[in-house]
């Protein structure tokens, strides 16, 4: 399946993502972050790229910071980011990313 052309803007464009976010409301933001989090992290495993990593990692957080405790989709957001910490881990083995 291939990305809608605006995920793929913001996954070149770290502040056009913060810029265009930052007026959008809590639920659509945390959207916007999980998809371009998945496309980085998926971008990782196709390159190896860390930056592309570390991304999805920050993005992934921004999208759990931006969900509510009582949102049915925050586990889903704290999956992937366990999932991404988890591949970091794997190739760094910086037990900072266990804890």
Not at 15 to 36: F, G, M
């Amino acid at each position: 399946m291939e990305n809608h052309w605006l995920v793929d803007a913001f996954v070149q464009d770290e502040e056009l993502l913060a810029h265009a976010s930052s007026t959008l409301p809590d639920s659509t933001r945390a959207a916007i972050y999980s998809l371009v989090a998945l496309e980085l992290q998926s971008r990782f495993e196709r390159t190896g790229s860390m930056d592309d990593l570390d991304r999805a990692i920050t993005t992934n957080e921004e999208a759990v910071a931006s969900t509510p405790d009582d949102n049915p989709y925050r586990a889903a957001g704290l999956n992937n980011l366990g999932n991404v910490l988890q591949s970091r881990f794997e190739r760094t083995g910086s037990m900072d990313d266990l804890n």
